[in-house]
């Protein structure tokens, strides 16, 4: 099993969640139109949280599909049913790392934002990997977050930057791991290979504003912990973060998630 996830569950996470799905819906939903006919599929949403894409995914393989989304949190198990209430979709509560699910058992594996925010995660395309069919698709979205920034500059989006990144190092993750899926996708033999990165500007007033003070409040206590900053110190950067980000002349470049798409070698 894992390490601990570092974001906090609670209400905001689950806003900070469904505010971010919903800024790359678009792209997410446009990848899945180029990937093939999928009706009749079966799909699993490897690490699905509150429900990722699997209305997404439950729209493509049709009602004679199967979209199976696998987590490890109870809770977010329950907002993804809530959210997503569709008779194809199963939810499954286990260790994605050793998940309770048959090896070579799907069309498609989708993931989001795991591999590189998990500690530990890169050992999950292994496990995608192998529970793809032969012929299967693997679909990756993950972040690179260099680009993540606002104009003009401010210090406590950027002290927060800083302090997200580092954290997200010494736990074992990686926010750059979106450049990484060209190459773990060439060295596990996959074939198709399609490469896709995607960003957003942000405006004040759009709900994506308030990512970033949203994500240092979900990692309040792993901030803390690790010693990168005091409280008071945090209180102070997220107070600031958030004003800048809802001034009207602020405008925000997302993060880029980086699309990846590739066809497990083998006869179907």
């Not at 799909?43 to 989304?69: F, H, I, K, S």
């Not at 591999?115 to 050992?123: F, H, K, Y």
């Not at 997220?238 to 798409?261: C, E, K, L, N, Y």
Request: include cysteine; charge should be negative; charged fraction near 20%.
């Amino acid at each position: 099993m894992s390490s601990p996830y570092p974001l906090d569950m609670a209400a905001n996470e689950v806003h900070r969640l469904r505010i971010q799905g919903e800024l790359f819906r678009l792209d997410a939903s446009e990848i899945l139109s180029q990937i093939g006919e999928l009706t009749g599929a079966r799909v699993l949403d490897l690490c699905c949280g509150v429900g990722g894409v699997t209305d997404l995914l439950c729209e493509a393989v049709g009602p004679d599909g199967e979209v199976v989304g696998l987590d490890l949190d109870s809770a977010k198990l329950a907002e993804a049913r809530a959210w997503n209430p569709a008779p194809n979709l199963v939810l499954i509560e286990g260790d994605a790392f050793a998940p309770p699910l048959e090896a070579a058992s799907f069309d498609l594996v989708h993931s989001r934002f795991a591999m590189g925010i998990i500690p530990g995660g890169r050992a999950l395309f292994d496990v995608a990997v192998g529970l793809l069919r032969p012929g299967g698709v693997l679909f990756l979205e993950e972040g690179y977050a260099d680009t993540y920034a606002c104009h003009p500059p401010n210090v406590d989006f950027d002290r927060g930057m800083a302090a997200m990144t580092r954290c997200f190092e010494l736990i074992g993750s990686s926010l750059r791991m979106g450049l990484d899926l060209p190459a773990m996708l060439r060295d596990a033999g996959m074939q198709e290979i399609a490469l896709r990165p995607v960003s957003h500007l942000i405006r004040a007033g759009d709900p994506m504003a308030d990512h970033m003070a949203l994500t240092l409040e979900a990692m309040r206590a792993t901030i803390l912990d690790r010693g990168l900053m005091s409280e008071d110190e945090l209180a102070s950067t997220i107070a600031g973060a958030r004003m800048h980000t809802q001034h009207p002349g602020t405008v925000i470049h997302s993060f880029t998630m980086v699309q990846a798409v590739g066809r497990k070698g083998g006869m179907r």
